[in-house]
């Protein structure tokens, strides 16, 4: 099992930026991939960057390209989502997600509001 806890959502202005962190804990060595998912209301939920464990290829959403950053720290078992020059557009909540062998597991979210 591996339990994730989101953090470092909130209210920012147009042009700003947050840093989300995804923690992961429990079966850790079993993830081997992670990722960053949105869902604004009434809209569908869309993949926003995914990692492997390896740290590399990252994929981006092209709405983010340029703006957004994944990382992982994978002896913290945490990934981070980096986002700069934040839109309107960009409001949503943001849930990590991470991948093992078995089975997807899900973080309750952190809600990212972009508004002046």
């Known amino acids: 099992q591996v339990q994730l806890v989101e953090s470092g959502g909130g209210l920012v202005q147009p042009g700003g930026s947050l840093r989300l962190s995804c923690a992961a804990s429990?079966?850790?060595?079993?993830?081997?991939?992670m990722a960053w998912y949105r869902q604004a209301p009434g809209k569908e939920r869309e993949l926003v960057a995914s990692?492997?464990?390896?740290?590399?290829?990252?994929h981006y959403e092209d709405s983010v390209k340029g703006r957004f950053t994944i990382s992982i720290d994978n002896r913290k078992g945490t990934v981070y989502l980096q986002m700069n020059s934040l839109k309107p557009e960009d409001t949503a909540s943001y849930r990590c997600?991470?991948?093992?062998?078995?089975?997807?597991?899900w973080g309750q979210g952190t809600q990212v509001t972009v508004s002046s």
């Open positions: 997600t991470a991948h093992s062998v078995a089975r997807q597991y």
């Open positions: 429990g079966s850790i060595f079993s993830i081997n991939a």
């Open positions: 990692i492997p464990s390896t740290g590399f290829p990252t």
